[in-house]
């Protein structure tokens, strides 16, 4: 992004913002990706139609301008590159109306779109990840149209519990790393150096280098990077491309240590996402911490759960307390450690298909990346409740980092 | 006396309080103190994230915060209503308060103090218009006519 390109043009599509008390932190963040929120006009008569035209009866006239809003932009009276649908969280009537409002957009217009729920509580640094990948895909959709990583480049990928490195060379992964993020420059170097020795490359003939993942700003500046970019566009990229579905509609799911992303692409480009990280007992965490109960390592888990059945452990509660005591509680009154592992899985996929899938059309395929995937009953459980075969590709730990580098090689001819 | 009106943005309501010698409680003033507080930087209408937590005194912390947020402006009506005036299913002209939750809450709460009250609904005919202002006028000076 440079400040010679125009800003991004976001549709505010919302209930409840303004009296929630966070606009600013929206405009903060929209403003640190080069972007301005903006209002589409309606007139009264619009209103007053809406539910009609719409076929959706609501009882809030927050809602009901919503609805107008969008039309207004499906309709092509008012010009935006991408929407932002927020309402409350917790409100059932406007939680109907914000997945209605995101799908009407979607099926009607080409434009990029993202719901959010959002609470007093919700700040800038929240919504930057998201605000970023939406005006990505506004903005950069010839850079992610790349298919084909080209030339020498490297990515590194700082999650928030392990840093990848890939180097690649004419569209083949030569070297990786992977180690635990410690300290975000530490471990990068780490990996990255692994990476390198792998391929057995310097890292001055490296042409191109991205980053992404939490620590992206930090890396970003430390290397020198060509590439800084959120990990929504860049994981789609990366698990379209080691799956080789580059063309037509894919969902891609990433549960990662910290938070899931849910993506719907179309040609490997993000249409709709949603990014969940409020609970920790839908992440990778909480699989990380029955491995540890159970007395296997992560890499274990996976096989002991294919073993066991979920349906025999009783799990009360979603929380990363009080879900491994109801564990703790089964193991105490001799439930198998394989049917444990198989409820943990269960429980990790059934948050992820309740809270997060909703928000998004899944479309087949269904490609499931980063490490969790690795977890051969994460994969299991979600194919169980979604009832579609889900693709985990070769090196799915590695997506953030095979993501950038191919979107870096965008960058050798600059 | 102190009337609240519903919907609490409506003009032709604060119009016809002031008219009939009261003091119409409506949302603008609110909004017009949180405008004009200098200190405050919260666009556009300088809520602030702390507003919805103060809107905790009327709805639990699982009511949406956009709900809670709205309860905290409409605190100091409420508690200062000695009357109310609320119209049903209003045009968006005539006034529009965007919650229908918050709404419902609020005519509870009114309803729950006990105090005098005048429910109508939004007139439809100029017939009804008619009825619709004779009702206020006639709720306005009985107000008057109590308080004497």
Known sequence: MTSSENPVRIAELSCGLEYSGIQKEIESATK??????????????????????????????????????????VTGKVHVDAVFVATCFRCAEAAIVRSEVRRYIHEHTGIPVISYSFTERTTAGTLLTRMEALTTTARRKSLLARDKQSGLTAGIDSGSTTTKAVVMKDNKIIGKGWVPTIK???SAEEAYENALKEAGVDRKDIQALGTTGYGRFLLGEHFKADLIQEEITVNSKGAVYLADKQKGTATVLDIGGMDNKAISVMDGIPGMFTMGGICAGASGRFLEMTAKRLGVSITELGALAVKGNAQNVKM????????????????????????????ACHSVAEQLFEQ???EIDVKEPVIMVGGTSLIEGLPKAVEEL???????????????????????????SR | MKVFIYPTNSLVLSDLVERFGHEPLAIMQEIGKKVRTQSLDSPPINITPEDPKLGLKYAAVEVPSGVRGRMSLFDPLISNADAAIVVHDPAPSFGCMGCARTNELVNFLIRAKKIPLLELDYPSSEDDAKEFVYKISRFLKSLTEGKK
């Open chain 1, 32 to 73: 640190q990706v080069n972007a301005v929120m903006v209002y589409p006009e309606v007139d009264i008569s619009d209103i007053d139609n809406i539910e009609e035209e719409f076929g959706l009866k609501v009882a809030s006239p927050d809602l009901k301008l919503m609805m107008a809003r969008a039309k207004a932009i």
């Open chain 1, 184 to 186: 975000v420059l530490e």
């Open chain 1, 316 to 343: 009360n509660s979603y929380c990363i307390v009080f879900g491994i005591q109801s564990l703790v509680n089964s193991l105490a009154t001799g439930s198998k450690p394989e049917d444990v592992a198989a409820a």
């Open chain 1, 356 to 358: 997060q899938l909703q």
């Open chain 1, 386 to 412: 979604l009832k579609v075969k889900v693709i985990v590709p070769e090196n799915a730990q590695y997506i953030g980092a095979v993501g950038a580098a191919l979107l870096a090689s965008g960058f050798i």
